[in-house]
């Protein structure tokens, strides 16, 4: 089980060793359901080479392992506040035990490059948002040269969204996984700025918004939070 308690050291790293107190045996079995299984299509993508052939299941690895994570950041935070995510931790729970994630979320990835050499400002979302359904919550996350989108909302704002932006070819989207395979080899990167102006566009959708970054990734900035 998940408990209700953390150490409050304010202490962040993503990828994250996240200290939240969980029974050995979920441990174990997160260790099995995600880690081991998710590494070896993750490491390649996080150094920032391509992938070619994402199959359905590598897909459904990658969606499942960054709901997950950014369902744990969301859990910490909120217990460093001496609260306790019981949405998060209820899914975890159901995830961890061979369950979906939760219905409507959506996750998509692209290649990230830190900063732009020219110092050029960030691009939103390519598609107008303009009028698009709201969703509960949008979290980006930069880990080493991969950068993650994790939506969550109704299935009606989440495929509202995804058909509006769905030709932006900087990203791919793993979950929900696709029935066939899908290369990971997008030509253009995400900048920081990139990143910084698209959470700004979401949020006008969502209620809640979430930026968590690694530092040491391509170009050392501090972790963040934000929530709005």
Known sequence: MLLEEVPRDGTWEF?????IRICAECNSQMGKVYEESTAPILKPLIA??????LTPRSQSLIG????KTIMLLHMK????????????GDSLLRMNRGGLPPDA??????????ATADGAPGEAL??????????????????????????????????????????????VRVWPPRMKSVDF????????DDIDVME????????????????GGPQQRPARDRTR
């Open 185 to 192: 080899a997008p030509e253009e990167s995400l900048t920081q």
């Open 105 to 114: 979320s959506s996750v998509r990835i692209a290649r990230y490059m830190s």
């Open 77 to 88: 935070h909120a217990m460093t506040l001496g609260k306790y995510h019981k949405v998060d």
């Open 200 to 215: 700004r566009q979401l949020a006008l959708l969502s209620g809640t918004s979430h930026h968590y970054e690694r530092s």
């Open 15 to 19: 990828p994250p060793r996240i200290k």
């Open 126 to 171: 390519r598609g107008s948002l303009e009028g698009a359904q709201p969703l509960v919550s949008c979290s980006y996350g930069s880990i080493g040269h991969l950068a993650i989108e994790v939506l969550s909302g109704s299935q009606m704002a989440i495929l509202d969204f995804t058909d509006r932006t769905q030709h932006d070819e900087r990203f």
């Open 64 to 67: 499942r392992w960054c709901i």
């Open 48 to 53: 920032g080479q391509s992938f070619t052939g």
